[in-house]
Nanobody, 124 residues
């Protein structure tokens, strides 16, 4: 059973930084996708960044140049470094994973495993 546990959210002023972490366990396959998604109140869940098993990354246009996704295979942990945060980045951030996707940058409903979410609030 795949389990994902996020941490690192919080409140920060615009221009600040946060690093989200996602501890993963229960993988039994060598190929997988992992990603960060976010959902603001009243809005649909959207992709923020994804990373393939070979380390290839994709980003939403709104976060390119400000956010960086990375993973530590030894620690089974996924990260999202968020710099130059803006009020519009305020949302619940979710870690997701799937072991059956051939393309990682896809809509959220293709991912089968989710963490509980961590809140990020950016004030102006």
């Amino acid at each position: 059973q795949v389990q994902l546990v996020e941490s690192g959210g919080g409140s920060v002023q615009a221009g600040g930084s946060l690093r989200l972490s996602c501890a993963a366990s229960g993988y039994t396959y060598s190929g997988y996708c992992m990603g960060w998604f976010r959902q603001a109140p009243g809005k649909e869940r959207e992709g923020v960044a994804t990373i393939d098993s070979d380390g290839s990354t994709n980003y939403a246009d709104s976060v390119k140049g400000r956010f960086t996704i990375s993973k530590d295979n030894a620690k089974n942990t996924l990260y999202l470094q968020m710099n130059s945060l803006k009020p519009e980045d305020t949302a619940m951030y979710y870690c997701a994973a799937d072991v059956g996707l051939t393309v990682c940058w896809v809509d959220y409903d293709y991912y089968n495993y989710w963490g509980q979410g961590t809140q990020v609030t950016v004030s102006s």
